[in-house]
């Protein structure tokens, strides 16, 4: 078994429960009530809240926060400096702790660098995220958006490579990458080998 790697500067409250072979960098705080799997890293100066749920092999890229009522599946990738939230409608002298809205982040989706994900969404499997783009909505499996609201350009691979699909329709396409086909019927890219 591998242990976890804590950065002496990294503060990581009792109770929080790091997977084997995890890394926790500089500046690091993970709070009591988190749960991060196994073969995670975590960035410079991330904050992971109580009510977090991380699977594993997640990377957290520098200065990320993942707030209260946020699930990242494995394979997760942050990019750095992008954004969740957790309240939809922020007032400093009005407390919504309990109105905290949940969101999820399926098995393999990439959320690139500076990008926002405004809580009460769920982005599919292996979706991807463009760079700087503001989520207020659901994002399917596969889907490659991009934009301020994000709006949907296309379809990727597992690999991460674009695949030559219709937005809508039907169609079958092949990651350039590893060869694996996907098919595109009533709006879901689904991979068949």
Same mark, same amino acid.
């Given at each position: ?7 002496? #500067? ?13 890394? !926790? +960098?500089? +500046?690091?705080?993970?709070?009591? =009530? ?10 410079? *100066? !991330? ?5 977090? /749920? ?8 520098? *200065?990320?926060? !993942? @707030? ?11 990019? $750095? ?21 949940? #969101?999820? /982040?399926?098995?393999? %989706? #990439?959320?690139?660098? *500076? ?8 982005? =599919? ?5 463009? &760079?700087?783009?503001? !989520? *207020? ?12 609201? %994000?709006?949907?350009?296309? +379809? ?9 699909? $219709?937005? %809508?329709?039907?169609?079958? &396409? ?7 086909? @996907? ?11």
């Amino acid at each position: 078994m591998t242990p976890v790697q804590i950065h002496p #500067t990294a503060i990581v409250d009792e109770g929080a429960r790091i997977g084997e072979a995890s890394r !926790v +960098w500089h +500046w690091v705080h993970v709070c009591g =009530g988190a749960q991060i799997g196994r073969h995670c890293s975590l960035g410079q *100066n !991330v904050f992971v809240g109580n009510r977090v /749920v991380i699977g594993d092999r997640v990377k957290i890229q520098n *200065n990320v926060s !993942v @707030y209260d009522n946020v699930t990242l599946e494995d394979d997760v990738f942050c990019g $750095p400096s992008m954004v969740f939230t957790n309240v939809y409608n922020p007032r400093a002298a009005i407390e919504r702790k309990s109105e905290y809205r949940d #969101t999820l /982040v399926k098995r393999g %989706a #990439t959320l690139g660098a *500076n990008c926002t994900i405004v809580c009460g969404v769920t982005i =599919g499997e292996y979706a991807f995220v463009g &760079a700087g783009a503001v !989520v *207020n909505r659901d994002v399917p499996d596969h889907a490659l958006v991009v934009g301020v609201p %994000a709006r949907q350009i296309g +379809w990727m691979s597992r690999h991460g490579e674009q695949l030559a699909l $219709p937005l %809508a329709g039907t169609g079958e &396409a092949v990651c350039p990458h590893t060869g694996d086909r @996907y098919r595109l019927s009533e709006g879901r890219c689904i991979r068949e080998s």
